[in-house]
């Protein structure tokens, strides 16, 4: 079967997203869903609605997000797949943790989590119990979210899937850092490591990289912690991440202050400013140019 038009205006927007031509994008979007609805294409109406819904989800427009995630899951609910519906409850899920509705969020998450176990989508259930644990997590029930983390792991553990293990690893050593319990933060944050380097993803490394060395950070010896955050701050370059390379080099800065290296710290805040400015973080720029004016005063 040949594209249609409305495929086309789906390439379309997906297109003037990627450039940065938000309005546009929606217009195509919306177009694209009109399309789909005129040639009776229910799922294609609803991938359209679902795509809108992301981008208005990413300009900071939730109850427009919501709006078309409702929608799309309408469109789905007849006879659609059980993972498209459980993947449209899980960003309605995320809304709700955003607009800070923490139960609503709970409730979008167990349906994502019943279609999923439903369709044996272990590696599905695994995110979503991964994003639960983070709601408990900054809810503050740490016990909750820590066995939520822990099944997680188990989850994506029996499906194969390295990388869903990582990131829970990064979150669960997060999380036993906050409640105190450094030893086997150290551990898992050193296993998250281990693989996000195996499965070739270089922004899960630098972020696990980072976690660790502020856990390290605190204690006597500091050199291992200044290690981290300079391998965080090349792998982060390597990926093009320039915030995350900025506020690595910030780290480093702070650390060398503390062992009177003024000068290598100057260097680092010098370049954490301009990394700022390439990437749009004004705020975060003036405020390391205030720090280096501060110490040149």
Sequence with gaps: MGQTRADEALLEAERLWLAGDEQRAREAYRRARMLYREIADAPGEAAALTQLGD????????????????????LYAPDGDQRDQAALLARLGELAVHDDKPNEARQ????????????????????????????????????VALDLYTEAREMYRHAGDGLGEAHTLKALAGLLRTVGRIDRAHRLYEEAISLFAGNGDVLGEAGARSGLARLLRGQPDGIEAYRQFEKAAELYGLAGHLKGEADALVELAHMEMATADSARAHSHLSHAARLYGQGGHLDLKAKVEGELKGGAA
């Design 55 to 74: 981008l208005e989800r990413r300009l900071g427009h939730h109850a427009a997000a919501r709006e078309a995630y409702v929608a799309a899951r309408a």
């Design 108 to 143: 979008c998450y167990a349906s994502a989590r019943e279609l999923l176990r439903a369709a044996a989508d272990l590696s599905g259930e695994a995110h979503v119990l991964r994003r639960l644990g983070h709601l408990e997590h900054t809810q503050g029930r740490h016990d």
